[in-house]
């Protein structure tokens, strides 16, 4: 596996730190030590996983000749947050499409990440209805561009294809690096697993470095067997692409659903219970849409003994932070 062969922009410039969370370990028994890969500490604006991705993506965009990037997401996306972060420093434009997931959710005014998307100065946002297909509409704001003779580039939601995935490829591999040189072994990772790319690649990673090590996905809006297809799907694909033997085994690829609630991006008590815990223990924010629901799934894992007395459990915090703030009467 060489990742040096593929175009970055170079936006990770330090590893992220792995942190011991003691309160927080106590608060849930003390039997299991919680450690936290701080990915919502990355650079571009108030951080979060989609840094890693865009990193290569945006890169291709401008191998690719560039000069406007399209992406999409939910009506708070994170993902969108930065692709317009990076496209605003990198000097590009950038358009956005957001899928109104659940009904009557989008409003102008809201906070969270919808008023950093006014502030940075998105090119425009478009909303569809949930379920519309995003390739379909990103391709129509892309004419629309052409025509004026724009160079659009489309970023598929999340940076969840092969080019996205490899930041995580990299990540795993930042993340055994970092064990090593704090000699401390750990016995199994657990991340949010959304629109797979974090996940996929964190697998690609720990399989291409025989790390041993476990990895749980815990899913924030998909049921375990169509999530697992999607993770599987993308692990295949991102393999090939580094370098990575192929087939990778079925069981590499595990998600839990328990955790979901009624649908992406609904609260539920766990996450809010998660959110709270974290904060109060470890003055650590998470998110009420990926962050806290996996962080949810983690506590409830630990309560229920699935972890060995004595293990050591690496909890990958993707950020999302802003979001906290367009959610504040849950809590
Ligand atoms: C996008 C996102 C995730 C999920 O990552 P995927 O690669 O889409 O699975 C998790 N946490 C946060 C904060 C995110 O924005």
């Known amino acids: 596996m060489n990742l040096a062969k593929f175009s970055r922009r170079g936006y990770v410039t330090t590893p992220t730190p792995i942190e011991a969370l003691p309160s927080f370990s106590k608060a849930l028994g003390g039997k299991v030590n919680i450690f936290i890969k701080r990915d919502d500490l990355l650079p571009g604006c108030a951080g979060g996983n989609k840094t890693r991705k865009l990193d290569f993506c945006i890169a291709d965009a401008l191998d690719n000749g560039a000069d406007t990037i399209i992406t999409c997401g939910a009506v708070q996306s994170n993902h969108c947050r930065l692709t317009l972060s990076w496209a605003v420093k990198e000097g590009l434009d950038c358009h956005l499409v957001l899928e109104e997931r659940v009904k009557g959710s989008y409003s102008p005014e809201a906070s969270g990440n919808n ?12 909303v569809v209805p949930g379920g519309s297909n995003m390739m379909d509409e990103m391709q129509k704001v892309a004419s629309g561009l052409k025509a004026e003779g724009k160079t659009p580039y489309i970023i598929p939601g999340g940076a969840s294809n092969t080019i996205g995935a490899t930041g995580y490829v990299a990540c795993a591999q930042e993340t055994l690096q970092q064990l090593f040189d704090m000699g401390l072994k750990i016995d199994h990772m657990v991340v949010p697993s959304g629109s797979a790319g974090t996940h996929a690649g964190i697998v690609v990673g720990m399989q291409g470095n025989n790390a041993g090590i476990p990895v749980s996905g815990i899913n924030v809006s998909r049921t375990k067997a169509d999530q697992e297809a999607l993770v599987y799907k993308l692990v295949e694909a991102t393999a090939e692409r580094v370098g990575v033997a192929t087939p990778i085994a079925k069981e590499t690829v595990e998600c839990f659903d328990g955790y979901v609630g009624p649908g992406y991006s609904l609260p539920t ?63």
Request: glycine content about 10%; cysteine-free.
């Open 115 to 126: 008023f950093l998307f006014h502030l940075m100065g998105v090119k425009s946002i478009t």
């Open 269 to 331: 008590d766990s996450m809010v219970e998660a959110v709270k815990l974290l904060a109060s223990t470890e003055a650590i924010l998470l998110d009420p849409v990926y962050s806290g629901k996996a962080m949810a799934g983690m506590i409830a894992l630990v309560r229920k003994g699935h972890f060995a007395e004595g293990s050591n459990v690496l909890f990958l915090h993707t950020g999302g932070s802003p979001a906290l703030y367009a959610y504040q009467n849950i809590f």
